[in-house]
């Protein structure tokens, strides 16, 4: 049974910082890649970023670029995502997913449908 549990969110001050885990169960992860999305209250479901399977690569949304790190420890089965700068509109629920694609070498990482596990997510807060 593939398992992926996040953890870290909480509650900031804007301009704070968090740091997010996903951490994996039941899959060889480090054979995909791993992405996290947010939705705010309200609001559809967005990607935040993505890193492919070798960790060598990363993509983000342009709302969080410069702000956020995604980072992986395939020997964990771990990823991460480090929040920076943070401000009120990153106020959501953060969840990571892993990628339904074995090895995937291209740059499409954007839609939550080339996803086929996700956590159950982590309450993430920032008060003004």
């Known amino acids: 049974q593939v398992q992926l549990v996040e953890s870290g969110g909480g509650l900031v001050q804007a301009g704070g910082s968090l740091r997010l885990s996903c951490a994996g169960s039941?899959?060889?992860?480090?054979?995909?890649?791993m992405a996290w999305f947010r939705q705010a209250p309200g609001k559809e479901r967005e990607f935040v970023a993505a890193?492919?399977?070798?960790?060598?690569?990363?993509y983000y949304a342009d709302s969080v670029k410069g702000r956020f790190t995604i980072s992986r420890d395939n020997a964990k089965n771990t990823v991460y995502l480090q929040m920076s700068s943070l401000k009120p509109e990153d106020t959501a629920i953060y969840y990571c997913?892993?990628?339904?694609?074995?090895?995937?070498?291209?740059?499409?990482?954007?839609?939550?449908?080339?996803?086929?596990?996700w956590g159950q997510g982590t309450h993430v807060t920032i008060s003004s």
């Open positions: 997913a892993s990628d339904r694609r074995y090895f995937y070498s291209g740059t499409s990482y954007t839609a939550d449908a080339l996803y086929n596990y």
């Open positions: 890193i492919k399977w070798g960790g060598g690569n990363t």
């Open positions: 039941g899959r060889t992860f480090s054979a995909y890649a």
